[in-house]
């Protein structure tokens, strides 16, 4: 019976000075990296960003053991926007996503808010991923409209899984926010402004269009629930939104005040949301 092939004794002393050579240069570059100033991790971060036209600037950063980097004191400039300040951003590389395949890993955090974004392996053009948001307020948002068209909002907690599948777009998912505020301009209203509060939504992204099949919340003490469509959502400002909120039990407290100022005769009430993301605008109709 023939025994087991052994492997000669010079072999195995040059397979372990290998192993230990690699272990070294594995060693060596961790401490060279956790050594690195924030200078050095900088100049690499700014040109791939800058790529993409975003410009990063930051007080602190540092690389995290085994593959990832922490910036602290962050402000992010975007062309023809004004810069978003950060407490925190953390990018990793964590092998363990890769069993549900989402092993690129992004967090930031400011104040109380904070988001983390995980993405498949080739994460400058991930294919899928899911996305998590907390505390995130329209006036952490670099956009104009925010601050003088009267609209905002406010995320509690909201969270979404997408894919990209031959170059199609789907998106499932749901969240709840502190309020939705939009402006309501048309003349003779009581109103400047409509506040839903403690909305709750789910959503769903076909293609270029946001589904929302249903949203619920209040507006001065009344239930409002409806659904809503934004065709065009990743060009905000060539966006078409319209949303259908009925108003239960509209003429009870202080909706019943404003809505008998603006109709003594009607028995129900919507509201009615249309325009763009940019340019949001709220109606009430009556019947």
Do not use: Y
Not at 76 to 87: I, W
Not at 134 to 152: C, E, Q
Not at 163 to 184: E, H, W
């Amino acid at each position: 019976m023939a025994g087991k092939p052994r492997i000669p004794g010079r072999l195995r002393v040059r397979a372990i000075v290998a192993i230990g050579a690699l272990l070294f240069l594995a060693a060596l570059s961790t401490a060279v990296a956790l050594t690195l100033p924030s200078d050095a991790i900088l100049s690499t971060l700014r040109p791939m960003l800058r790529d993409h036209g975003v410009d990063l600037s930051a007080q602190e950063a540092r690389f995290l053991f085994p593959s990832g980097v922490r910036l602290s004191g962050v402000t992010l400039s975007f062309p023809g926007s004004p810069p978003v300040a950060l407490d925190e951003i953390v990018a990793s590389w964590e092998w363990t996503g890769l069993f549900r395949w989402a092993p690129a890993r992004l967090r930031f955090r400011k104040g109380d808010a904070f988001g983390d974004l995980r993405t498949s392996p080739a994460f400058w053009n991930p294919g899928s991923g899911q996305i998590l948001l907390s505390g995130v307020s329209s006036s952490d948002l670099p956009l104009s409209v925010f601050s003088t068209s009267g609209a905002g909002f406010s995320i509690r907690k909201l969270e979404a899984r997408w894919n990209v599948i031959r170059g199609k777009r789907t998106a499932n998912g749901s969240g709840t926010f502190d309020f939705l505020q939009v402006p309501i301009p048309a003349p003779g209203s009581p109103v400047s402004e409509a506040r839903i509060e403690g909305v709750s939504l789910s959503f769903l992204i076909r293609g270029n269009t946001l589904l929302i099949p249903k949203l619920a919340g209040t507006f001065e003490g009344s239930q409002v629930d409806g659904t809503g469509e934004i065709t065009g959502i990743l060009s905000p400002g060539q966006s078409m939104m319209t949303f259908h909120l009925r108003i239960r039990n509209p003429f009870e407290g202080r909706v019943g005040l404003l809505f008998d100022m603006l109709s003594k005769n009607a028995k129900n009430a919507n509201l009615r949301i249309v325009g763009t993301l940019t340019a949001p605008r709220g109606e009430f109709q009556f019947f």
